[in-house]
């Protein structure tokens, strides 16, 4: 496995970008409720801004435009209790969140490549349900709310990507970093074109024959997802509409085309005439009630297949060169970061990290009170708990609370105490894999242990805990279950005697046991085998090469399905075949101990531990 | 709120719907998760289901509307009187970024604020009793929100202690989730609460994609005149629904089935009992569906990948999806008999 080059998806970076700019601010401003939004690839500077005010022309000045702070919390975003209100009034008031606010207008997204998972969810079910449900703090209510995302991806390097559910509802995917600010913005489109467009929207008809084209032309382009062409053909809508008609034609399909599913592209059509799925398939679908039978006029499919092509060819011409090979390199890397699921490599935690947020808990364990929301928890029910006699509440003791119709404090009980949530990382669980069977003592199993040792150090670094499983003759050991104590591991490691033969299945099997549980208690796993891959005993037990090797393969290739990152440091004298060809298997990054100092050792090791590092960040 | 989008007018995705509609049929199948690519549909049928789903009895009165069949309602005083209501049955949605209070139920704050009274308001798990809690994102749910809803989900009552407050009430509700695997997985004790599994993949011949497409943009043009199409396909599946309900307790299965269960759970190496008698049911609700009397073999192979799926152990030998290891359960499981038949 290599490090790949950095990847630049799903963005044009060509010279038209003004030009797919400035028709996605019209386009969105015509109606973004049913465009969905932007994402707008796009550093913080004048272009940007630029844009923004363009945007902003198109649109009325009653428009209700909001921005999401990058670490909003779900009292603004989706709406909740309004306790200052609330208490001024004597009854429960209720506050509208930002998401309800930008109803009919639009909605900001800066910084959309560090929006949490949570908030993304958020954001993106409102879009789905035109509505916000809030059940929050003794409300229940649904707010309507319609609105356009304008999502600016200010990414750096390839750890961070814009998120994928948001990309997906959104059908204007643009760049601006390749646009100097110098270069002039000119277009013709003013606020009252705009509206105009606007009033006849509703009316504009799609044929059969454009949606044919446009589901034709994101198939053919690798687009998986099905929101792609339903959003090529809402702006092909817009479009028509933009120049006066209520019909979409070729024109306002090709555009479309190249606006929506262009910068979605996953492959180029080898050749538009051959490569189409045959139209007449539907047999096995049930037909479709009381709609037109499409099969009936076959004069009809040739202008049909003209326009298909068409519209793939208009496509196609506006996928810039580099994409396609960018995006292969992020299809494989997504292949093999797939079961590391966010979930599991950020954790919540209750004691460090980002806070994230607060929630009803108890104190203990480390829970940090978040002394301002418990306040405002306890404040609406004071009029209540003043009323009643103090003793029905049994977490208050009596002689502590201040007398009844005397001077009244704040009356704070258990139920009340809000908790700080934070995130952090999850930790990372090394698993050393140590061959110590005969073959491998004789090719330096103690400069295995060094290199094992130098790497505990790392792991020292970085907080990881450690495992250590060994193996040799007919049997793997877990000599040291996961653990934090790198002392201990080091003691383990020393005392290991070599010999007898190579039970290379049983080691990595029971790696991957241990892997799995770290994977459970949501750490990431790393494993880390040494070995010199010349494998002699079978799963079974029975000695014989081919078969203990092939025993080692398969389970090596678990991890791979797994999706663990690993490590195999191939212990053998001169470079074998069969540790690379484990490596090969697990997907791991293949390093030759090589017949060098420590230092050299360490250096290489540290390059490919934080290859691995980087890896896994990317994975998530 | 948007209308919904009709059941019936959601193009494939057969898996999906099949196990919606069991659940629908034998409630204590015990939820259906579904979990899949973007844009396949996923919220639209589960939501489109609220629209199908005939109505229930329910205690006059009730807050928690109790079957009066049951007779064991506690809520209204008049409750033994034998005054009932029809009510829909209830699919509750649990918003994103819901707190706990809400979802288990809390003081009132109204009451509290206004006339300084003390008064239960019941939550989301108290509307959901007898009907769908659907919880979309669910690998995104809160931990403290998975922990409430794993202890009702097994007891099927609430719990309320707060403020000196303390409420008890029945919360059976069938759970349904989705999500999308790459936002993150789910806790292994939550995956376990699902009776069914489904994975949904996004359609990938063009015929099914433009049919699609072209269904999504009539909905939102006329709405009003697409759900009218669709009306009477949808009533056709409630009557059918309907109908599978009643049958359900008369639908036999043999000892034969019961074996067969068996041994495909054991050939896959299910963990627990759990698996093996969701298989059960679910193969019998399948037969209620289809109109049969008994289970036959060909219902227990339908149904065995929806409600086995989740429930295989990981195996680093084999890295074939769960899927094809459960075709491959069944080939085996099954075929030497239809050989053997065959002669």
């Known amino acids: ?115 949490d998972g949570g908030t993304v969810a958020r954001i993106c079910s409102a879009m789905d349900q035109h509505a916000v449900a809030v059940a929050r703090d003794g409300f229940e209510f649904v707010d309507t709310t319609d609105f356009g995302v304008v999502a600016f991806d200010e990414s750096y390097g390839e750890d961070e990507t814009a998120p ?143 326009l298909a092509d068409v519209v793939l060819e208009a496509a196609q011409a506006a996928i810039p060169a580099g994409v396609l090979a960018a995006l292969q390199v992020e299809k494989a890397r997504r292949a093999r970061g797939k079961s590391s699921g966010r979930a599991g490599a950020k954790q919540k935690t209750l004691h460090k990290g980002r806070p994230i947020g607060v929630r009803r808990g108890q104190l203990g364990a480390g829970a940090r009170l978040n002394l ?21 509440a049994n977490d208050q003791r009596p002689s502590h609370a201040p007398q009844a119709g005397g001077r009244q404090r704040v009356q704070v009980r258990k139920d009340d105490f809000r908790i700080t949530r934070f995130k952090n990382h999850a930790e990372t669980t090394t698993i050393f894999v140590v061959d110590a069977s005969g ?182 | 709120m948007a209308a919904l989008f009709p059941f019936s007018a959601i193009v494939g995705q057969d898996e999906m719907k099949l196990a919606l509609l069991i659940a629908a049929t034998d409630q204590s199948v015990g939820g259906v998760l579904v979990f899949g690519d973007r844009g396949t549909g996923k919220s639209t049928a589960v939501r489109a289901l609220a629209g199908l789903l005939p109505a229930m009895r ?76 659907y919880i979309d994102e669910v690998n995104l749910l809160e931990d403290h929100l998975v922990d409430v809803l794993l202890d009702v989900a097994a007891s099927g009552e609430n719990v309320v202690e707060r403020e000196g407050l303390s409420v ?9 989730g989705s999500g999308n695997p790459e936002e993150g997985e789910l806790r292994p004790q939550l995956l376990d609460r699902f009776g069914l599994s489904v994975d949904v993949k996004t359609p990938t011949d063009l015929a099914t994609r433009i049919d699609v497409v072209r269904r999504r943009d009539q909905f939102e043009r006329d709405t009003a005149a697409f759900i009218a199409r669709f009306k009477p396909h949808d009533s056709q599946i409630r009557n059918n629904l309907e109908a599978a309900r009643t049958r359900l307790a008369h639908v036999k299965a043999g000892d034969h089935v019961l074996e067969m269960g068996a041994r495909l759970c054991m050939a896959l190496g299910t963990d627990g009992l759990r698996g093996e008698l969701t298989l059960l049911r679910a193969a019998r609700a399948m037969a209620a569906l289809d109109g049969d009397g008994e289970v036959t073999e060909t219902h227990l192979q339908r149904v065995a990948p929806l409600a086995l799926r989740h429930r295989l152990r990981r195996n680093p030998l084999d890295d074939a999806g769960s899927s094809v290891r459960i075709d491959r359960a069944v080939r085996d499981v099954f075929a030497p008999r239809e050989e053997r038949r065959a002669v």
């Open chain 1, 164 to 306: 994928p559910a948001l990309i997906d509802r959104l059908a204007f995917l643009i760049e601006l970093d390749s646009i100097s600010p110098r270069h002039p913005l000119s277009t013709t489109a003013s606020l009252e074109s705009v509206e105009r467009a606007r009033e006849i929207f509703r009316d504009v008809t799609v044929s059969d024959d454009v949606i044919t084209a446009l589901c034709g032309a994101a198939l053919a382009m690798g687009i998986v997802s099905l929101r792609a062409p339903m959003l090529a053909i809402t702006a092909a809508r817009a479009l028509a509409a933009y120049d006066g008609r209520t019909d979409v034609n070729e024109t306002d399909a090709s555009r479309a085309a190249q606006l929506v599913l262009a910068p979605r592209a996953t492959q180029i059509p080898s050749s538009p005439e051959d490569d189409r799925e045959p139209e007449s398939e539907p047999e096995n679908d049930q037909p479709p009630p009381d709609e037109p039978d499409e099969t009936a006029e076959d004069a009809d499919l040739g202008e049909q297949q003209q």
């Open chain 1, 439 to 620: 073959s491998s003592a004789l090719n330096r199993l103690a400069e295995a242990k060094g290199a094992v040792e130098l790497l505990l150090a790392d792991c020292y670094v970085r907080r990881d805990s450690v495992a250590l499983v060994a193996f040799r003759g007919k049997i793997a050991e877990v000599l040291l279950p996961p653990t934090r104590s790198l002392a201990r591991a080091k003691r383990c490691l020393a005392g290991l005697p070599g010999g007898g033969g190579t039970p290379l299945a049983l080691g990595l099997d029971a790696a991957a046991a241990i892997a799995d549980a770290a994977r459970r208690k949501g750490q990431t796993p790393t494993v880390i085998v040494l070995t010199d891959g010349r494998a002699n005993i079978a799963r079974d037990g029975t000695p014989g090469r081919p078969k203990a090797e092939a025993d080692g393969l398969a389970s090596a290739r678990g991890f791979a399905t797994a999706g663990v990152s690993s490590l195999v440091i191939d212990t053998s004298p001169q470079p074998a075949q069969q540790s690379a060809r484990l490596a090969d298997a697990m997907g791991a990054v293949y390093l030759p101990l090589p017949r060098a100092d420590a230092a050299t050792l360490k250096a290489a090791i540290q390059a490919t531990t934080s290859a691995i590092k980087t890896e896994s960040s990317v994975a998530r």
């Open chain 1, 1 to 115: 496995m290599t490090l790949q080059p950095p990847a630049q998806p799903l963005f044009p970076g060509d010279a038209d970008a003004w030009s797919v700019a400035i028709d996605a601010a019209i386009l969105l401003a015509i109606n973004p409720q049913s465009l969905g939004g932007v994402m707008v690839r796009a550093r913080s500077g004048p272009t940007r801004e630029q844009w923004l005010t363009l945007l902003k022309s198109f649109l009325r000045r009653s428009t209700p435009v909001r921005r999401v702070p990058i670490n909003v919390t779900d009292e603004r975003l989706l709406g909740g209790l309004d306790l200052a209100a609330t208490l001024k009034a004597g009854r429960p008031l209720a506050e509208r969140g930002l998401l309800a606010e930008a109803h009919t207008g639009i909605l900001i997204l800066p910084s959309a490549e560090r929006l």
């Open chain 2, 58 to 133: 329910v205690v006059k009165g009730c807050a928690y509307h109790c079957d009066p069949a049951l007779g064991d309602c506690t809520h209204v005083d008049t409750a033994l009187c034998g005054e009932t209501d029809t009510k829909p049955v209830p699919v509750v949605d649990l918003p994103l970024g819901a707190t706990e209070d809400r979802v288990v139920g809390a003081l009132d704050l109204e009451r509290a604020l206004t006339q300084g009274e003390k008064a239960f308001e019941p939550g989301l798990l108290a509307r959901a009793h007898r009907g769908f809690l």
């Open chain 2, 168 to 176: 008890r009430h029945p919360a059976r509700f069938v759970l349904v």
């Open chain 1, 372 to 392: 301002i929301e418990t306040l405002r928890a306890a404040a609406p029910w004071q009029t209540v708990r003043r009323r009643e006699p103090l003793r029905t």
